[in-house]
């Protein structure tokens, strides 16, 4: 009886992390409201250098000048960075609308600085 027990216990630890593992495949295929075009304007509205972004970010400015020109397509955890740091100060980013002010507004993006990734960061 304790066999079969743990057996289940097994399997539904497998099930939820198979679930979890699609869930989360899921969210990091849709596509990431913060553009090229939001990084300038979203400076532009703070009154930010490149610098000073790529200070609060922990991108280098060449990779943040590059994404702005749109010579240059960074990785999902670079660009996650860079929202996020905006989104600190109270944006938010919807596709194709500028960025917007937001009321009582924490930030969207989870702290990219979190991720397993975050050491590929440009």
Do not use: Y
């Not at 596509?31 to 790529?54: D, I, K, S, Y």
């Not at 400015?61 to 990785?75: N, P, S, V």
């Amino acid at each position: 009886m304790t066999g079969k027990l743990i057996e289940l216990d097994q399997a539904r630890r497998l099930k939820h992390a198979e679930e979890d593992r699609e869930m989360r495949l899921f969210f990091e295929s849709l596509p990431l409201g913060f553009t090229n075009v939001h990084c300038a304007q979203a400076r532009e509205m703070l009154g930010w250098t490149v610098e000073a972004l790529a200070f609060r970010s922990g991108v280098s400015t060449k990779a943040i000048r590059e994404l702005e020109r749109g010579t240059r397509t960074l990785r999902r955890v670079t660009l996650q960075a860079l929202s996020f740091a905006l989104e600190a100060e109270g944006l938010f980013f919807l596709p194709g609308h500028q960025p917007m002010r937001g009321e009582n507004f924490g930030g969207a993006t989870s702290d990219p600085r979190a991720r397993d990734d975050f050491h590929l960061i440009e």
